[in-house]
């Protein structure tokens, strides 16, 4: 079964600092995968998303992605944080399912907190 | 503009109520989803729609109860609300049913049952 281990529940870096979030996920074929971010009292807005070619993929707010096959893995970057980042990160991985019905499938979430 | 709205935004009842949350969207899309997140930050979809027709039913209580009136449109009516009920519930929006589409989602309904 489709699973997305996110092993840090809560991370706090320093505004400037650089950034790396964790994701692992479990899935028999090519995974699409996707970072979502939360911001507190709103609903979920994506980031950047990789279904495949480039292993590195940019989304917006200056954050980025790698893709790593042999590791299982798909963690999120930024080189420099801002105030405005504090928030709650998704990682996902999409599932295709039968006839039409493909679903998203969500990791535990990442509380992210920055640091004056 | 606001692409997917949600209404109410907050709901506070009492157990054994029945209550309904409202879903549009303006994009146009055809898919349509509702989503649970407990208070663990744990975000479950339960149901998706395309073009009004259901096609994604998780396992969920029979207490729970989507409607599409239209695709622009995904309602959810819950019945005899129980304490376990207590979420926020997102509902989202896709151009199509294929996973390679981008989920958007609306602001989510805080649901407190007491």
């Known amino acids: 079964a489709q699973s997305v281990t996110q092993p840090d529940i809560h991370i706090t870096v320093s505004e400037g600092a650089s950034l790396e979030l964790r994701c692992n996920y479990s899935?028999?074929?090519?995974?699409?995968l996707f970072w979502y971010v939360q911001s507190p009292g709103q609903g979920l807005q994506l980031l950047l998303k990789?279904?495949?070619?480039?292993?590195l993929v940019q989304g917006i707010k200056g954050f980025e992605a790698e893709f790593k096959r042999s590791q299982s893995s798909f963690n999120l970057r930024k080189p420099s944080v801002h105030w405005s980042d504090a928030a709650e990160y998704f990682c996902?991985?999409?599932?295709?399912?039968?006839?039409?019905?493909?679903?998203?499938?969500f990791g535990s979430g990442t509380r992210l907190s920055i640091r004056p | 503009d606001t692409a997917v709205s949600q209404t109410p935004k907050y709901l506070v009842t009492q157990m054994g109520n029945d209550k309904s949350i409202k879903c549009e969207q303006n994009?146009?899309?055809?898919?349509m989803y509702w989503y649970k997140q407990d208070s663990k930050k744990f975000l479950k979809i339960m149901f998706s729609?395309?073009?009004?027709?259901?096609?994604i039913n998780e396992t969920v209580p029979n207490r729970f109860s989507p409607k599409s009136p239209d695709k622009a449109h995904l309602n959810l009516h819950i019945n005899s609300l129980e304490l376990g009920d207590s979420a926020v519930y997102f509902c989202?929006?896709?151009?199509?049913?294929?996973?390679?589409?981008?989920?958007?989602f609306g602001p989510g309904t805080r649901l407190t049952v007491l």
């Open positions: 729609y395309n073009n009004k027709e259901l096609i």
């Open positions: 899935y028999g074929a090519t995974p699409y």
């Open positions: 996902a991985v999409g599932a295709a399912g039968y006839s039409s019905a493909s679903k998203i499938i």
């Open positions: 990789y279904f495949s070619g480039d292993t």
């Open positions: 994009l146009g899309h055809d898919t």
């Open positions: 989202a929006s896709s151009p199509g049913t294929g996973v390679s589409n981008e989920q958007f």
